[in-house]
């Protein structure tokens, strides 16, 4: 693949499992792709939520532990020299982001999650603006350019 998105945590959080054990199987996950491939990586964090005692057995988490397991995230990012995309973040804890039953993402809350995901991409990845260059140059302008030079 040219590129790995990973989203992992959230019910590894709400189901009582333990950081360091979350961890060591997410580090061996991302290594283990990065030594079979050379695609570009993306740890997406665990997107926020407001109800935890629903769905058991994932019912064990909190917002608490929702943001340590986030911050773990992001430094074994860094650890493992791959992009990270704070989700959570980009929703900015905002309940109207997050479904009726206050565990998932509703549609804004899924089209802000992914627009952080692609705002990772184009920040780090320059053929994105190359392609798009590229490609401009293929379509059919949609107003008179003669006319903007006038002005």
Not at 115 to 142: D, G, H, M, Y
């Amino acid at each position: 693949p040219d590129l790995v998105l990973i989203s992992f945590g959230l019910n590894d959080a709400r189901g009582g499992t333990l950081l360091e054990s979350f961890l060591q199987d997410l580090r061996h996950i991302v290594l283990d792709i990065k030594e079979r491939s050379s695609a570009l990586m993306v740890l997406i964090n665990a997107y926020y939520m407001k109800s935890f005692d629903q769905y058991s057995p994932f019912d064990r988490g909190s917002l608490e532990l929702s943001i340590g397991f986030n911050s773990a995230m992001r430094e074994l990012a860094l650890e493992c020299d791959v992009l990270y995309a704070d989700v959570f973040e980009a929703q900015g804890m905002a309940p109207w982001m997050v479904d009726p039953d206050g565990v998932h993402a509703n549609n804004l809350g899924h089209r802000v999650i992914a627009n952080r995901i692609f705002e990772v991409l184009a920040q780090n990845c320059s053929v994105l603006a190359q392609s798009a260059v590229e490609l401009r140059k293929t379509f059919k302008p949609w107003r008179d350019e003669s006319v903007l030079r006038r002005r």
